[in-house]
């Protein structure tokens, strides 16, 4: 068996075609399709063709937003995708992040759904992988970003980005179906690390609790001492998320997500520099999803809480610099930029804000601030994943 085993990342992967919006493009799309401003405030329910998509991406950019859906066509999607320069990634929260863990000396095995000639000629070699597909694949995801002050005028609209963002858009039968490999659970044997990522892409309820009581079975291999860290995502049926939680959270050791996430479980904004509203958030989290430590990574910091907080302090920062590093730096970053990063000031508002939530909430959490960071054309997709395999190298990292 693989020395990667020690940690093993799911439960899915994917091809993504990354793009960065254009106002050209998307003007024209506007004036073709006839879509007015009005129609952004309440954007279809179902992605069902390209003129739904784009409604849905402008509703978005409009609040500076970040999303994921699954869209009706996949026709569609490769339709607009060939309207922009375009790259072929590896994605997925498992799969960037075992990319990202592999870069700082820390191999990990994979538990793929899909595979095919791209997956095998960008996974990195020192990435083992096992795969519950039987035959190949090739579904790309959709993973669109666009930069701050992002201008789209045309016909009676005009909107501008506030923030810049990401969204995902997917057609992926192979995610949707999230079958499991009959061998993880032998490989779950000598994991000290398990990632679960990747349900929220199912859409049929009996397959959804079949998988969880499949992952459930294969779970009761773990070595006493492992941790299981979950990271959430949206879910392309919402009921779907209460299911998921209900079913494993007795299992998990660190439930992370970011703050699109958080806001959606609340159902309101929260403004993420105000330490009233934000302590009120993370206790009224914390309730929802009673875990041993609940992660929260947002754009200004990250934050653990629960009793055993104060273990993942080094690991909350390492995931920080990583995506602050990816959002300046992109693929593209070498050692010399994490170097430098971890030498920049933090944010002066998000050092701030750590010091009087620590004074507010007490030794339950630790709290990362966020970089000051001004880059003309950032990295906005991954930077989650990122965060992710950052946390889990450091965690990684200091086990025996």
């Known amino acids: 068996m693989s020395s990667a085993s020690r940690v093993v990342l799911g439960l899915g992967g994917c091809v993504d075609h990354e793009m960065t919006l254009t106002a050209d493009v998307l003007e024209r799309l506007v004036t073709g399709y006839g879509i007015r401003a009005g129609e952004l405030a309440s954007p279809p329910p179902v992605v069902a063709d390209e003129r739904d998509l784009v409604v849905s991406i402008l509703g978005y950019v409009a609040r500076g937003g970040g999303g994921e859906h699954f869209v009706a066509s996949a026709s569609a999607l ?60 090739y579904h790309p995801h959709l993973i669109v970003q666009y930069d701050r002050d992002l201008r789209i005028r045309a016909g009676d609209l005009d909107i501008v980005a506030p923030f810049p963002n990401r969204l995902i858009y997917v057609n992926d039968p192979a995610n949707e179906a999230m079958l499991l490999a009959d061998e993880l659970g032998a490989r779950l044997r000598t994991a000290e690390v398990f990632l679960i990522s990747g349900f929220n892409a ?81 206790t009224a989290m914390h309730t929802i999803v009673p875990v041993p430590t609940l992660v929260l990574h947002t754009k200004y910091w990250a934050v653990a809480l629960g009793a055993r907080a104060r273990e993942y302090t080094a690991a909350l920062d390492t995931g920080t610099v990583m995506a602050a590093t990816r959002y300046g730096h992109g693929d593209g970053f070498t050692g010399e930029d994490v170097d430098n990063m971890r030498r920049r000031s ?12 620590h004074e507010r909430m007490g030794d339950a959490v630790r709290c990362a601030p966020g970089f000051a960071l001004d880059v003309a054309h950032p990295t906005t997709v991954g930077l989650g994943d990122t965060f992710v395999g950052g946390f889990l190298a450091a965690l990684a990292s200091a086990r025996p």
């Open 78 to 137: 490769a339709t607009f995708t060939d309207r922009f320069p375009h790259r072929t990634t590896l994605g997925g929260t498992s799969v960037r992040a075992g990319i990202l863990m592999s870069r700082l000396g820390v191999p990990s095995t994979f538990h793929l759904v899909s595979i095919n000639d791209t997956v095998r000629r960008l996974l990195p070699p020192d990435i083992d992988h096992i795969c519950s597909g039987v035959e190949d694949t």
């Open 202 to 282: 199912m859409r049929d309820e009996d397959a959804l609790a079949e998988r969880l009581a499949a992952l459930r079975s294969h779970m009761r291999q773990l070595p006493p001492g492992a941790v299981t860290y979950f990271e959430d995502a949206a879910y392309h049926e919402p009921a779907f998320s209460r299911r998921v939680r209900d079913a494993l959270l007795e299992t998990i050791d660190v439930y992370g997500m970011n703050e699109d996430e958080m806001q959606s479980y609340v159902g309101h904004p929260v403004d993420l520099l105000s330490v009233r509203e934000v302590a009120e958030t993370l």
């Open 346 to 357: 933090r944010r002066p508002e998000s050092v701030a804000f750590a010091a009087a939530l």
